[in-house]
């Protein structure tokens, strides 16, 4: 009888001894609407001026109403061209969907000053994953005179004819000025584009060069 009693009264203890559970009650979530894109800077309107060279002036003369209608209608973006500084400077407005844009309309007028068609430079507003690409010859080779005018004439081809095969094989945009070259295009296509581009520096006949790159845009096209 007293084991018995013993073990109520130790249940009992065991029972008494787990903690009661607090209720408590958190306050609801703070709801905040989304910030608009004009009020995530404080307000601030951003700025960016893009340089016009000399020789690109009268073709943006030319173009200008072909930049400046996707620049403000679709992008939402203010565009102005600075006659006395010779710059082409764009802002944001309060109406600005994302502030994004005002990077790539920079990159797209940048891309158009390199020499490149408003065409295809209109992409960069398009698609996120294009970049453009600068390099010299120099960089890959140090080139003199004739040599420099050779490399120059391999590069390009008979009427453009190399520089037009290396564009639609690799999907990219090329474009020569003097000893620079500028490379629109994807990330890999670039690099593709470039590798041939090198190849044809160091003196590689132009035969070669279009063996290889079949052979490296079928492999791109299987992994795809």
């Given at each position: 009888?007293?084991?018995?009693?013993a073990?109520?009264s130790?249940?009992?203890?065991?029972?008494?001894s787990?903690?009661?559970?607090?209720?408590?009650?958190?306050?609801?979530?703070?709801?905040?609407?989304?910030?608009?894109?004009?009020?995530?800077?404080?307000?601030?309107?951003?700025?960016?001026?893009?340089?016009?060279?000399?020789?690109?002036?009268?073709?943006?003369?030319?173009?200008?109403?072909?930049?400046?209608?996707?620049?403000?209608?679709?992008?939402?973006?203010?565009?102005?061209?600075?006659?006395?500084a010779?710059?082409?400077?764009?802002?944001t407005?309060?109406?600005?969907?994302?502030?994004?844009?005002?990077?790539?309309?920079a990159?797209f007028?940048?891309?158009?000053?390199?020499?490149?068609?408003?065409i295809?430079a209109?992409?960069?507003?398009?698609?996120?994953?294009?970049?453009?690409?600068?390099?010299?010859?120099?960089?890959?080779?140090?080139?003199?005179?004739?040599?420099?005018?050779?490399?120059?004439?391999?590069?390009?081809?008979?009427?453009?004819?190399?520089?037009?095969?290396?564009?639609?094989?690799?999907?990219?945009?090329?474009?020569i000025?003097?000893?620079k070259?500028?490379?629109?295009?994807?990330?890999?296509n670039?690099k593709?584009?470039?590798?041939?581009?090198?190849?044809?520096?160091?003196?590689?006949?132009?035969?070669?060069?279009?063996?290889k790159?079949?052979?490296?845009?079928?492999?791109l096209?299987?992994?795809f």
């Open positions: 009888m007293q084991s018995t009693e073990s109520t130790m249940e009992v203890e065991a029972v008494s787990q903690p009661k559970p607090v209720v408590s009650t958190l306050p609801p979530k703070p709801h905040f609407d989304p910030l608009k894109p004009h009020e995530m800077n404080d307000g601030r309107v951003q700025f960016r001026k893009v340089s016009v060279p000399p020789h690109r002036y009268s073709p943006l003369k030319k173009a200008w109403m072909e930049i400046y209608t996707p620049i403000y209608e679709q992008m939402k973006i203010d565009i102005r061209m600075n006659l006395k010779r710059k082409v400077e764009l802002k407005r309060a109406d600005t969907p994302d502030i994004s844009n005002l990077q790539k309309c990159d007028v940048h891309a158009f000053m390199l020499g490149f068609d408003v295809d209109v992409a960069l507003l398009r698609v996120d994953e294009l970049y453009v690409e600068s390099f010299e010859i120099k960089d890959v080779k140090t080139l003199r005179g004739e040599h420099l005018s050779r490399a120059i004439g391999r590069l390009s081809g008979k009427a453009g004819k190399t520089k037009f095969a290396i564009e639609n094989a690799t999907k990219t945009r090329i474009v000025a003097d000893t070259i500028h490379i629109l295009g994807s990330f890999a670039i593709i584009a470039r590798d041939s581009l090198c190849s044809l520096i160091l003196g590689s006949p132009a035969g070669k060069v279009y063996s790159l079949r052979a490296v845009t079928a492999r096209a299987e992994r």
